[in-house]
């Protein structure tokens, strides 16, 4: 078929069309949550090229639209497309966990067995005695990969999970104490979807029941 005439066709118009414009709306909307999260970081040299290829992609998804006003599901499509942009955007971003994280942990027990617990993990612990409005308390900074803050995270609420804590963002880092990095690989499949935890949970279920 004449690539011209489909064009031409309902199928298009309101089929192949809407998909396009969506697809594109997520693409260069998932770019452009990256690339804030690469701006917030001060990278100067990933962050053009995302901006590049997201100017791009819209330029071509609102080039459709134009030429095609009449056509109500573009308009679907591409406030669809923006929103699922977004939702894959911040998943993206959070799977990537890109930065360091300082924390703040303010506790009144003895802070050596969480301290001793941070660094056998590897992460560089400040142990400060202070004194606060209800007596003495322990200060805690350690800071980490974005990545590692919720195995941290558990680790003081194990500690005491009464423990007052405070997570910060940071720019700059130069020099200190980090575990090995892990590779972005590691990030998006160490820890499956929900959906594929639920699936091995049950396929386990049904061998154990097959056993019996």
């Known amino acids: 078929m004449d690539i011209s005439a489909f064009m031409n066709t309902g199928i298009y118009t ?14 260069d909307q998932t770019i452009g949550t990256i690339r804030i999260m690469f701006i917030s970081r001060g990278d100067k040299f990933i962050s053009p090229i995302l901006g590049f290829f997201e100017v791009l992609i819209w ?62 993990k590897g992460y560089g612990v400040t142990n400060i005695p202070a004194k606060g409005s209800q007596g003495e308390v322990n200060v805690i900074f350690t800071m980490i990969h974005r990545y590692d803050l919720e195995e941290v995270i ?11 804590y405070t997570i910060e963002s940071v720019i700059t880092v130069k020099e200190g104490m980090f575990p090995a990095k892990r590779s972005v690989f590691w990030r998006f499949f160490s820890k ?21």
Not at 17 to 23: D, K, R
Not at 193 to 210: A, H
Request: hydrophobic share 50%; aromatic share 10%; charged share 25%.
């Open 14 to 27: 309101w089929v192949v069309l809407p998909l396009l414009i969506f697809l594109a709306r997520i693409c």
């Open 59 to 120: 330029i071509l998804a609102i080039r459709e639209i134009m030429y095609n006003l009449s056509n109500i599901l573009g308009y679907v499509a591409y406030a669809g497309g923006f929103a699922t942009g977004n939702l894959i955007g911040i998943y993206l971003e959070e799977k990537i966990a890109l930065g360091v994280r300082v924390i703040r942990i303010i506790t009144q027990r003895d802070a050596s067995t969480l301290a001793a617990s941070l660094i056998k």
């Open 154 to 164: 558990k680790l003081v609420e194990r500690f005491n999970p009464k423990a007052f």
């Open 192 to 212: 499956p979807p929900r959906f594929y935890r639920r699936l091995r949970i049950l396929k386990r279920q049904r061998i154990s029941r097959k056993g019996k």
